[in-house]
């Protein structure tokens, strides 16, 4: 395979788009589409502040090296989960962002240890809920969420920024597909909007890229990310959906592609009007200040309410 810009060998084929690429025109590619994703989705402006969740993998890291490189204003948001799963998960993320931001110019790190600011690490905590007992992945979403609307808003950031690639969107979208989630539905997007409500605008610039090109950017940029997935993920039902979508691209390239943007197509013609309605008024919580669903106290207050008075729920 050449080069389709300057017929060197290839250092990557992507089937999906009919292009082969070098290394040095596969970072350009790739750096040119996620600034056209940027501007087509209307993510963000120049000025604005972005933050990015880093987390030590290859996405979250390799948005962040090409928003820099764009000469964005973006700094890095890591929450220091307190998850060790035998190989101390938390402490490498944490070491491979370092390794990333040093001898790097531009972007600063925002660093919020769990355990040191709460008290307790969020597997400790999740142990003492109900949902969180077998699997800490709930109390973990509604943790990552608090910390990350609440960092975003006391900065003064503009926008938050995830690396979430394709293969992430559309296991979510074919999860929620099979089983007829329409509020989910309604509000799967690439970009969710600030809410008057005090929920920072939320966006995902690598959604339309396949997982494949941002670990092949990784790799090309000399990226050192953490291989390993949180321990935790082990058996979850997105990893199914992943490989079962990745059965069907591997007979029709492009298939994912084609999957998730008929979706936003279908919404942008109102297939789901009416279920965005589906999400409840927010409330300022009565604690915190963060909007909240759950009544006067946000279920992220609860949560640690409960780990101090050693009340199981
Ligand atoms: Fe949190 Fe790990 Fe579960 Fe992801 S897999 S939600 S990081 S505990
Ligand atoms: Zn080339
Ligand atoms: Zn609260």
């Given amino acids: 395979m050449r080069c389709k810009k300057c017929g060197a060998t290839a250092a990557i084929h992507m089937r999906q788009h009919k292009l082969a690429l070098c290394e040095m025109h596969y970072v350009d590619w790739f ?28 996405d979250s890291l390799a948005l962040w090296d090409v928003l820099l490189a764009l000469g ?5 948001l890591y929450i220091d989960l307190g998850i060790n799963g035998g190989l ?15 001898g790097r110019e531009g972007g600063s790190l925002h660093v919020v240890d769990i355990a040191g600011v709460y008290g307790a690490t969020v597997p400790e905590a999740a142990r003492l809920t109900r949902r969180g007992r077998a699997k800490p992945c709930a109390v ?13 808003r006391d900065g003064g950031y503009d926008v938050l920024a995830t690396g979430h690639n394709l293969d992430d969107e559309a296991a979510v979208l074919f999860g929620n597909t099979l089983n007829w989630q329409l509020g989910y539905l309604a509000r799967q997007a690439p970009v969710l909007p600030a809410s008057a409500d005090g929920l920072a605008r939320k966006v995902k610039p690598f ?22 997935e949180c ?19 591997t007979d029709s390239p492009g298939l994912k592609l084609q999957f998730y943007l008929g979706f936003l197509r279908a919404k942008e013609a109102g297939a ?5 309605e589906a999400r409840p008024v927010m409330e300022p919580c009565e604690r915190c200040g963060q909007p909240t669903t759950a009544g006067v106290v946000c279920a992220f207050c609860r949560l640690w309410e409960a780990r101090r008075s050693g009340d199981e729920r």
């Avoid at 321990?231 to 691209?249: C, D, Q, W, Y």
């Avoid at 789901?272 to 965005?276: P, V």
């Fill in 272 to 276: 789901l009007a009416g279920m965005a």
């Fill in 88 to 102: 101390d998960y938390s402490k490498q993320s944490l070491a491979r962002i370092e390794g990333f931001l040093a």
């Fill in 31 to 58: 750096q040119a589409q996620t600034e056209r994703f940027i501007g087509k989705y209307r993510m963000f402006a120049r000025e604005e502040r972005v933050l990015i969740a880093v987390s030590g993998g290859k």
């Fill in 231 to 249: 321990p935790f993920s082990v058996g979850a039902t997105s990893i199914r959906h992943k490989m079962t979508l990745n059965l069907m691209e």
């Fill in 140 to 152: 973990c979403g509604l943790v990552k969420r608090h910390v990350m609307n609440r960092v975003a």
């Fill in 207 to 228: 959604f339309r890229f396949y997982e494949r090109e941002t670990a092949a950017y990784a790799l090309v940029r000399g990226i050192d990310y953490l291989y390993e």
């Fill in 72 to 76: 964005y204003e973006a700094d890095g």
